[in-house]
């Protein structure tokens, strides 16, 4: 069955959304993402992309609550050197100086907001997105990418999820995992608990914007037609696709653009 993308309201995306809330979200998603580790497949691709561009630096954009790489920076630090600046425009710097203290030098955080559709050309190295490209209604999507095009930096948008239906039965389910995985969250926090269990506010959230994300996310075609519209695209190459992730129902949806060399 496919299902038309609906680009409805996400709670967290909206100012008013007080920060201990939305940060004890984007929590739940990094410990998800480095528990369970379904991220790290597209290690191979990733580090296809910085071989190809020449970099050992990555910038990564709408970096949320710190994304896969607690457990992804790592892992590509074994077969070569990785360094991560974490970015965003509502920045969670109580994450980032978590994950950055533990990473021996390898991340490294912005604290001032970072636009991913004008991102300040001082940032170098391949730029990615995981699960956050589907915040952006398509002609902000399609702004993000053809940035990266006018500034030739590589790409690579990664979202948590292949197929909307199926996601969204996996998101009704979460709550429950919330409940009995909440208290494993480090660094310990009441105000965490206290918005789980007193007041669910956290589960909530997630609940709500975990459908609409299901509901918004990009689909491999969707993201072609994008690219077909930006100009100058034909300087990239592009790979888009799904990647299937072991021991899961919900593989990856992915975007990879990198910069062409030119001939002679």
Known sequence: MIMRRLHLLE?????????AIRDGGTDWLHFVANSFKGFNVIEVKL???MRRVGSDQIVDLCSGGGGPWQSLAPLLAKSGNVTVQLTDFYPNRAAYERISAGATGRVTYVSEPVDAMDVPS?????????????????????????DAVIKRRAIVVVEGADHRLLGIVFILMMPLMMLAMTPLIRPFRWSRLALTYVLPAIPLLCL????????RIYNPDE???MVASIPDQQSFEWDIGTHPVQGSPLGLTYLVGVPRVPAG
């Open 11 to 19: 709670i967290e995306d909206q100012p008013w959304c007080p920060r």
């Open 47 to 49: 580090r296809d992309a």
């Open 122 to 146: 001082r940032f170098d190295g391949v730029r990615t997105m995981f699960n956050s490209f589907h915040h952006f209604r398509p002609h902000d999507a399609r702004a993000i990418l053809a």
């Open 208 to 215: 709500f914007d975990g459908i609409v994300s299901m509901l």
């Open 223 to 225: 993201m072609r037609q």
